[in-house]
């Protein structure tokens, strides 16, 4: 005679069953964001955020900076804009670093 699993253990066991799919969900999702991330950087890189054309790098008072082929504008990555203000405590750039302070 074969014991019949208690329905305790039968529980147990399918409450592991599902832990284990829930992991391997989870895992998977994470892998597809990684790769959602990576697509979404590939595809985004040196792109103006504004048009979506190309970004070419500019020297401006010794900073480089992205400016859009197409529209033109021009785009500062993270410190660029503290640089170019760097010791200049008046002028145009520092009231407008001055904003976002
Ligand atoms: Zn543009």
Known sequence: MVDKPSSKEEEYFKKLELERMK???DERLA???AAEKE???ELHFMKCPKCGMDLMEVQ???VTLDR???CEGT????GEMEQL???KESGLAAKILS???
């Not at 785009?75 to 993270?78: N, R, V």
Request: some cysteine; proline content about 0%; overall charge positive.
């Open 60 to 62: 401006y008072q010794g």
């Open 85 to 87: 203000v760097e010791g």
């Open 23 to 25: 992991k391997a969900e």
């Open 75 to 78: 785009w500062f990555d993270k």
């Open 68 to 70: 859009c082929v197409s």
């Open 39 to 41: 697509r979404l950087r």
């Open 99 to 101: 904003i976002f302070r």
């Open 31 to 33: 892998k597809m964001e």
